[in-house]
């Protein structure tokens, strides 16, 4: 079993993409219209300072 040191949950509904990001007892969460190309860019630039292997995508 890991123990996973990110934890991310997205919401995807009819008109926005919503995602909150859990570390190191912080919690950021932002949201997009239904862009996936938006949120792609948008998501990518909170992930990329984190190992892979410590996420946890919902």
């Known amino acids: 079993m890991n123990n996973y040191k990110i934890v991310v949950g997205v919401d995807v ?27 792609e860019m948008k998501i990518k630039l909170y992930l990329k300072k984190f190992k892979k292997s410590d996420m946890l995508i919902i």
């Open 13 to 39: 509904s009819k008109n926005s993409f919503t995602a909150t990001v859990l570390y190191d007892n912080k919690k950021e969460t932002f949201e997009v219209k239904s862009d996936p190309v938006e949120f």
